[in-house]
């Protein structure tokens, strides 16, 4: 069982590796709003789902511009498994990445917030380290951002974290965050914490906020 103690350890890797990486493109969101165009169709349609297996699309408007760009990259160079988003991503350059981020983020990285008095299951615990207790993420400078998971769907939260529990999604940090949650039980109450946190993440609308 990985203790509190071992969430600071990847904390400290988490921040160690965002020394080693350096800034990347700006992007310019007018022009990142045109590139999404065909991303509405399934990012702008409110409750859209994925098909086999069924889970939510993501809510993507305001999610961290680093996270956009780094799941990008990891579905273009196939490390991040799916088979549509591969396709979608593979046309894309890097400036094309981060034109999309800036559309999608705004001008600023969402802030983490004041704790809101919800009481944090123990499932979640860990996670707070990096996520904060708001789901919006915390303070320190990682690179990439963790993802912003307050708001998000909770169903796509349920199947990001049961890809990572079973090595399907890999990522290093995540991967051993998820062993932590040992049932379809605790996914779900940490899945369900997070989804239920106040939040500015919202599905992308042509023209929209
Ligand atoms: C046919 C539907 C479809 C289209 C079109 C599509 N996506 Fe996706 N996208 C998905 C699904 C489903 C997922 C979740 C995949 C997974 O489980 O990893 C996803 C995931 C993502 C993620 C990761 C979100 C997260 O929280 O980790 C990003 C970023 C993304 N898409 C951006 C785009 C961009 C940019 C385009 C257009 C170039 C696009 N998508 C087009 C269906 C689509
Ligand atoms: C040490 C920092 C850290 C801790 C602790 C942590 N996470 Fe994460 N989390 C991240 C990072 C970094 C990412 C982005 C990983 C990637 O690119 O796949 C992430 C991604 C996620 C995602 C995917 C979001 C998406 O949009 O696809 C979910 C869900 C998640 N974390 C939930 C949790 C839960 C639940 C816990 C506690 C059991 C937890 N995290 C603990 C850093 C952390």
């Known amino acids: 069982?990985?203790?509190?103690?071992?969430?600071?350890?990847?904390?400290?890797?988490?921040l160690s590796l965002s020394w080693s990486i350096g800034a990347h493109a700006a992007g310019d969101p007018a022009l990142g709003e045109k590139k999404f165009y065909?991303?509405?169709g399934c990012h702008g349609i409110e409750n859209y789902r994925?098909?086999?297996?069924?889970?939510?699309?993501?809510?993507?408007?305001?999610?961290?511009?680093?996270?956009?760009?780094?799941a990008l990259q990891e579905y273009r160079s196939g490390e991040r498994p799916h088979a549509t988003m591969h396709a979608q991503s593979a046309s894309l350059s890097d400036q094309d990445m981060a034109d999309i981020a800036a559309y999608l983020q705004g001008p600023e990285p969402v802030k983490p917030g004041a704790p809101t008095g919800a009481t944090v299951p123990k499932q979640v615990a860990a996670c707070v380290a990096c996520h904060g207790e708001t789901g919006l993420g915390i303070e320190a400078p990682m690179t990439p951002k963790p993802a912003v998971i307050a708001g998000q769907h909770i169903d796509y939260l349920e199947q990001a974290l049961t890809s990572y529990h079973n090595g399907r999604r890999k990522n290093v940090v995540m991967g051993g965050m998820s062993q932590l949650l040992t049932s379809p039980e605790d996914v779900r109450i940490a899945a369900a914490y997070f989804a239920g946190q106040p939040s500015p993440l919202t599905t992308a609308k042509v023209g929209g906020k």
């Open 1 to 14: 069982m990985l203790s509190r103690l071992n969430a600071l350890t990847w904390l400290g890797a988490a």
């Open 38 to 40: 065909t991303c509405f």
């Open 50 to 70: 994925n098909a086999y297996p069924d889970y939510s699309v993501p809510k993507l408007r305001h999610q961290n511009a680093s996270y956009i760009v780094a």
